[in-house]
């Protein structure tokens, strides 16, 4: 009989695509968040698109960034089965404007979770 406590579970590693992709592949590489940012105007936007909101060009790069910043929103998700982004806080102990801080953790060649830590 097979010990339930000897059992390893995989945690289920996301297979980013298109834009997603390319973000992942910045952090993965460097070990930073990245936002995209319009070449053209000069707008940060996050999650990343194919075209800006502001001037409507298809130019744009990856640019890292501190991870600094705060809570401008969240959602809890009761039937999950990965904790999602954020660390070192029950969700009920977050509130908006709290300051956080965003790192990454590579996993694989192509993904890195995302991490919120509320500091
Ligand atoms: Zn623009």
């Given amino acids: 009989m ?3 406590q000897q059992k ?5 590693i996301p297979n980013p695509e298109g834009l997603n ?3 992942h592949l910045k952090a993965v590489e460097t070990g930073l968040l990245h936002i995209q940012r319009c070449l053209s105007c ?3 936007r996050q999650p990343p698109r194919y075209y800006c909101s502001a001037c409507f060009s298809s130019e744009y790069e990856f ?3 501190s991870g600094e910043g ?3 929103s969240f959602a809890i998700n009761h039937f999950t089965v990965d904790r999602a982004w954020l660390r070192n806080a029950e969700p009920e102990d977050v509130n908006l404007g709290d300051p ?3 790192s990454v953790e590579p996993r694989g060649e192509e993904f890195a979770f995302i991490w ?3 500091i």
């Avoid at 390893?8 to 289920?12: A, N």
């Fill in 42 to 44: 000069d707008k940060a």
């Fill in 63 to 65: 640019v890292p960034v």
């Fill in 2 to 4: 097979s010990d339930p």
């Fill in 70 to 72: 705060f809570m401008y």
């Fill in 8 to 12: 390893s579970f995989k945690k289920y």
């Fill in 100 to 102: 956080v801080l965003v």
């Fill in 21 to 23: 992709l390319e973000l």
């Fill in 116 to 118: 919120v830590d509320k």
